[in-house]
Every structure is written in structure tokens, then in C-alpha cells.
């Protein structure tokens, strides 16, 4: 076999070009959204790679003067009425997701910011998602959109079809409400609480108040917040609670464990004035003791959907 | 005894693309999954086996990197990622183009990753025109093309010429 092969090959490797293959790997791991925009800009060539690319890992850089999530100026003029887009200034990082269309497996890592906490988080939170389907719109969530996933992705038995679309259909979709999910700045808190008062905890699910998503961390990853845990942890929640913030995520495809559907085209926000409780210390220990999950309420994380306009 | 002592001294001979020939032992040339192929599809090992695609120079440079991926036991994994960053620092472009072609023909996974890592991280902060010369890469977008793309992510050219 190899013998065959070997004729088309005479030639120095210096004079040949890099097999799409090698392209697609090497610009897979730029993981830098703007690196990756300005590599689309090298040729065409260069930029069907890039976007045929399946799996697309992003790190997403903290919210400083450089992070397109805070950078409301280069919205275009006719998104500037839209409260989403005036809000959460994801347009670009959206845009730029929204052009892997061929992508299965999307990796979203950002830094954790909480100003409010006395020592500064060392590690990320990453999310990662398959895609189901190939990605074609972005952000917008229909009825349409939302599907049922095969057996290895359901964990409940009895999805919950008819209440779960009518409420869709009901409010989200024709409300078309601005999004607001708790995660990124009160779940890394919330999990250091948990951690610092069940030592022994083997696994953490936290589950938003409408159960649309979870976090869950087991394993290695709780084994590794552990480990980087400060030694005194502040007493009253008050101090664990950032004052403000808002952070949005658009997410291709969102896989809900207890309904077993796919949400596609999700944007997520982050966003709270008071994101914790006083009453928290209970719901927290409820999660810990039981592995059950047991949704947090109404003034807690809570991911609701965002419907926004074709681009 | 005699199995392990035949076992040891069992090696590959391979041939770079400039006509030297390199000998290997078999558990090194394990790394390479397409020598692990040909070896399983009963390849002789007395045979040369050509590598037309892969210089001398760039062949020295994997046969390094398996042989030392293959003799440290691994829970010396530290050790090992050192010597990956060791062994890529000062390596200029041409030459880890070689050895990303190189470790893509011979399917070598852990070093087309960390190959392929360390040239996106060096293109990472660069202009796209520079990148262009990189990957000698013609520009086949029309200016207007560029400027259209520009102009809608200035967020990512921001401070690029």
C-alpha cells in the first residue's frame, strides 16, 4: 500500500501546502474568538476550513476593555433598539458561532468574574455541548427547533411534551422575553458554598428554577475545585454575592436532562442584582444531602430564553 | 529470556525522504500508529520501510520525540510535558510545518496536537496579512470582500492593521 503512495510523493515537504486536515487542526486550537475572525480574513480557503470545522472549542477572555461582551459601540444601528443587543453585546461572538454550521461539539470556557469575593477564582468554568442538528439560524428558538434527542441523551423516562411546548409556545415564544440565567457569577459561589460546608460531597447538580439546564460537577472537576478552595471561606452570604452583573452566552444547542429535549439556538444571560436568598443555606443543603435535584426558585440561577431576530 | 532478550533487539529500519536510513526499535516505532499498522499487517521488519513524505532532519526530530514518549513509564507525566515544550521552543516555522506534516503522515496524535498547538499559538496574536506569509496563503478575497468582513468584527481587528 504504501509502496503505491509513495510516487505522489517526491516532493520536499517545505513546497507542500498543509493538508486541510493539518489547517483545520491548527485553527481548531487558536480557541480565541478574534484570532479565529482575523484568520477567516487569511483566504477563502482558509476560511471553509475554519468553518467546516465540527468541533469548536472558544475561551473565552474575561470582561476587560478587550472582551466583545462588553463592547456595546460596534452593534449596528438597527440592534441598538433591541434590548438584547443593547444589553449583551454578544452580536460579534454570536455571529462568529453562528458560521461553524457543521459544528457537533461546541466548547465554551470563560473566566469566572466575581469581583465581590475576597480571593480571585483560579480555574474556568467551561460548559461543553453537542449539537445534534447542523446549525444553520442562530438564536432564534421556535417550536420547530426544539426536538427530542435519542435515548442516550434522556435521563427521565416520562418527557414532558405537551406542558413543556405549550409554555413555550405560551410565553417565551411571543413575548419574545430577554433572557436571564444566573450562571456564570453565582453558581461558582454557590458551589464553593456547597463544597466548603459538605466536604464529603461526591457530586454537585445544580438545577435552575424552570429546570432547563444544569450544572453538574463530579469526579475530577469537583476533585479540582477542592483542591483550589480558599481556606477560610466568608461567612454570610452577603459577601458571596457579586453586587451586578450580566453575561450572555449563545448557545447552538442546549440539552435538557429532565425533558430530554434539545433546546437550539439559545442565547443565555447572566444577569442579577441579588442572585442569592437569604434562605439559601437550605435549599443548598437539600441539593448536598440528596443527589436529587431540587430546583432552586423563583430569585434563583434561572435560565429563560431569548428569542432575537435572524441576522 | 531469550523472547525478551530477541524482543529488545528488535528494530525497524526507515528510510527519510533524502535517502538516510534510521534504525528503530519496534516499541519506539510503536508510537507511529501507521508503523503499528504496517507492522501488525506482518510487514517484515527487515524490510526498509520508505518514508518519502519526511526529511531526515524532521525524522531525527520524531524518532526524539517517540523514543522518549515511549521509554518514560507514565506516571512521569510531568516529565513528559516538559519535554514537549522543551523540545518545540525554538523550533522555527519550517520546521514545524515538517513536523506537523510529519506527524500527520505517520499518525503520531500526541505530537500533531502539541505541533499544531504550538503554530496556533504563534499565529494567534499575528495580523492576518502575516499569517498569509506563514502559510504562504494567496489573498483571494476582493477588497471590498475584506473590507465587508473588517468592518462587521472590527471587535476582532482591533490595534490590527
Known amino acids: ?311 | 529470556m531469550a523472547s525478551s532478550i530477541e524482543n529488545n533487539n528488535e528494530k525497524l529500519t526507515l528510510k527519510s525522504s533524502d535517502g538516510e536510513e534510521f534504525l528503530v526499535e519496534k516499541h519506539v516505532a510503536l508510537q507511529s500508529t501507521l508503523l503499528q499498522n504496517m507492522l501488525d499487517s506482518d510487514c517484515s521488519s527487515a524490510d526498509v520501510i520508505p518514508l518519502p513524505k519526511i526529511d531526515a532532519r524532521t525524522l531525527a526530530l520524531v524518532l526524539g520525540y517517540c523514543k522518549k514518549h515511549a521509554d518514560a513509564s507514565s506516571s512521569k507525566q510531568g516529565e513528559l510535558n516538559s519535554f514537549d515544550s522543551e523540545f518545540l521552543k525554538d523550533m522555527d516555522m519550517g520546521a514545524l510545518f515538517n513536523l506537523v506534516l510529519a506527524a500527520n503522515f505517520m499518525e503520531i496524535k500526541g505530537l500533531l496536537d502539541i505541533a499544531a498547538q504550538k503554530i496556533a499559538d504563534t499565529i494567534k496574536d499575528k495580523p492576518h496579512q502575516e499569517v498569509r506569509e506563514i502559510f504562504h496563503v494567496e489573498n483571494d478575497y476582493t477588497p471590498e470582500e475584506e473590507a465587508a468582513v473588517r468592518e462587521e468584527n472590527r471587535w476582532a481587528f482591533e490595534g490590527f492593521p
Request: glycine share 6%; net charge positive; proline share 7%.
Open chain 1, 1 to 311: 500500500m504504501e509502496e503505491e503512495e509513495e510516487d505522489h510523493y517526491h516532493c520536499d515537504p517545505n513546497c507542500d501546502k498543509l493538508p486541510d486536515e493539518v489547517l483545520g487542526l491548527i485553527l481548531m486550537k487558536l480557541s480565541d474568538p478574534k484570532s479565529l475572525l482575523r484568520c477567516s480574513l487569511v483566504s477563502e480557503h482558509f476560511a471553509s476550513i475554519l468553518f467546516q470545522s465540527q468541533s469548536l472549542s472558544l475561551r473565552l477572555p474575561s470582561s476587560g476593555p478587550s472582551s466583545p461582551l462588553v463592547q456595546s459601540r460596534h452593534v449596528p444601528p438597527e440592534y441598538t433598539d433591541d434590548r438584547f443587543f443593547k444589553d449583551a453585546l454578544l452580536l460579534g461572538l454570536t455571529k462568529l458561532v453562528s458560521r461553524f454550521t457543521r459544528v457537533r461539539s461546541l466548547h465554551i470556557e470563560l473566566s469566572c468574574e466575581c469581583p465581590q469575593l475576597p480571593f480571585t477564582p483560579d480555574y474556568r468554568f467551561s460548559w461543553d455541548f453537542k449539537v445534534v442538528h447542523n446549525l444553520k439560524t442562530f438564536a432564534i428558538l421556535s417550536k420547530s427547533s426544539i426536538e427530542k434527542i435519542g435515548k442516550e441523551g434522556s435521563e427521565s423516562g416520562q418527557p414532558r411534551n405537551n406542558s413543556y411546548l405549550d409554555r413555550l409556545d405560551g410565553k417565551y415564544i411571543k413575548q419574545e422575553i430577554t433572557c436571564s440565567m444566573h450562571y456564570a457569577n453565582s453558581i461558582y459561589p454557590l458551589l464553593l458554598l456547597l463544597v466548603s460546608q459538605q466536604p464529603d460531597i461526591k457530586s454537585v447538580e445544580i438545577v435552575d428554577s424552570k429546570n432547563h439546564g444544569k450544572v453538574s460537577i463530579q469526579g475530577e472537576q469537583l476533585a479540582k475545585l477542592k483542591k483550589h478552595m480558599p481556606n477560610s471561606m466568608p461567612r454570610g452570604n452577603s459577601k458571596l454575592v457579586p453586587g451586578y452583573s450580566f453575561t450572555v452566552w449563545y448557545v447552538p444547542s442546549l440539552w435538557l436532562p429532565r425533558s430530554g429535549f434539545v433546546m437550539k439556538r439559545v442565547t443565555l444571560g447572566v444577569g442579577s442584582e441579588n442572585p442569592f436568598p437569604s434562605s439559601i443555606d437550605d435549599r443548598i443543603r437539600g441539593l448536598a444531602n440528596g443527589s436529587k435535584q431540587q430546583p432552586l426558585r423563583d430569585s434563583c440561577p434561572r435560565i429563560q430564553i431569548d428569542r432575537s431576530r435572524e441576522l
